[in-house]
């Protein structure tokens, strides 16, 4: 049976073009010469009877799914994937086909996926370090058992994505929706559980500041997160486009700061002193206490290295890329301890979906906005434009 999905296809050439020509000429990503293609293709078989199928109900576009597509990312995952995939690992569906041994959720259940494809599901038997200790999201095993490589569902050729009008996952990847939840506050349960791991990763005292880089939907769900595990410490956000003022202050921040604005002010607000050298940006002395960079740019990472005090913490939520003009002497000087965070493991997202539960009505308004699957165009777009399209989430919608 063939379903409509978009998938990604590696070609040198295209990723070449794409990454040449995006920043004049932004659509190009999603042209003719992208590497994106919308189509009908085969739907995944189930790999295995633990498997299930799935039909996407919404699907999020993610700031991974958007470095992929724009050819700004690292190719440090490439040889963790296999092509062709198909895109979209933040989903809500329903199950529309069990597996014999398929445990539960059971058939018409709603569910939410947890994408990670580590040695359990992929059936390896003597699992990596990692994952025998419950540290899955550090698993070693991106190609092994019965799959092709992967580090995640939206990655792997043999599962498919959230992109499209089914895919499979291993039942142990899927959590019932509870019934308080609406689709739309359902489909941010896996962004909303990266961001509890990384707020899982700080040391947070009630009393220390906190600096948050970025309110996009990471930036907004790590406020949300901290929030969420009652931590009442002093959050500064700092946050690109206006209408990200009120998400800000909807979910808890403190004090909010327009990127962009002098770097005293930012100094003045987390106590920091400041000394300008002959060139270049000042070195700040003092700052927050920890720092989440939810973008990942050469600028936040920076900025956080500067804002930061001696001896606090910097937690990379953001996928970084390959960033540019980023002074490393502050990691040496302050003796800052930096940190990944990449995703979630199934405790932390069993708790985010309780957290999502509890928040659910400071967390509405999230998702803002959703296209049917055909037109991929305009929600890439949307969802690379927020200044425009004043929007947190984007998503796909199925019929």
Not at 42 to 71: F, H, K, N, Y
Not at 125 to 140: D, H, I, M, Y
Not at 273 to 288: D, K, N, S
Not at 352 to 369: C, M, T
Request: aromatic fraction near 6%; charged fraction near 20%; proline fraction near 7%.
């Amino acid at each position: 049976m063939k379903v409509w999905a978009i998938q990604y296809i590696k070609s040198v050439p295209r990723y070449v073009v794409v990454r040449s020509l995006g920043s004049r000429w932004p659509r190009v990503a999603t042209s003719p010469f992208a590497c994106i293609r919308l189509g009908r293709i085969e739907q995944p078989s189930l790999p295995g009877s633990e498997w299930v199928r799935v039909r996407p109900i919404l699907s999020g576009i993610c700031g991974s799914d958007l470095a992929t597509i724009t050819a700004k990312g690292s190719l440090y995952f490439s040889p963790l994937t296999s092509s062709p995939f198909v895109l979209g690992h933040e989903v809500v569906g329903e199950i529309i086909e069990a597996g014999k041994r398929a445990g539960p959720p059971k058939e018409g259940d709603r569910v939410v996926l947890e994408p990670p494809l580590t040695c359990e599901i992929r059936g390896i038997a003597r699992k990596c370090e990692p994952c025998q200790t419950g540290n899955s999201s550090l698993c070693v095993n991106f190609n092994g058992g019965n799959l092709s490589p992967g580090i995640q569902t939206g990655y792997c050729r043999d599962t498919g994505g959230g992109w499209s009008e089914s895919f499979v996952a291993h039942y142990k990847q899927l959590h019932p929706v509870p019934d308080q939840l609406s689709n739309e506050q359902a489909v941010i349960a896996e962004p909303l559980s990266c961001a509890l791991q990384a707020v899982r990763k700080a040391p947070l005292a009630d009393d220390c500041t906190v600096l948050i880089l970025g309110c996009g939907s990471m930036g907004a769900l790590t406020l949300a997160a901290i929030r969420g595990v009652g931590s009442a410490c002093r959050v500064v956000m700092v946050v690109k486009h206006p209408h990200q003022q009120e998400v800000a202050d909807r979910l808890g921040a403190d004090v909010v700061v327009q990127a962009g604005e002098p770097y005293p002010e930012l100094a003045q607000i987390l106590n920091a002193r400041l000394y300008q050298p002959e060139f270049g940006r000042p070195t700040a002395v003092g700052g927050a206490d920890v720092c989440f960079d939810c973008v990942g740019s050469g600028r936040t990472l920076d900025d956080a290295l500067r804002f930061t005090r001696g001896g606090g913490s910097v937690i990379l939520v953001g996928m970084p890329g390959v960033p540019r003009n980023i002074d490393w002497t502050a990691i040496w000087h302050k003796e800052l301890v930096v940190k990944g965070s990449y995703t979630s493991e199934p405790a932390t997202f069993r708790r985010a979906l309780e957290l999502l539960v509890a928040q659910r009505d400071s967390l509405a308004g999230i998702v803002g906005a959703k296209f049917p699957l055909k037109d991929y165009r305009a929600a890439v777009q949307c969802a690379l434009n927020t200044g425009q399209s004043k929007v947190t989430k984007t998503v796909f919608q199925f019929e």
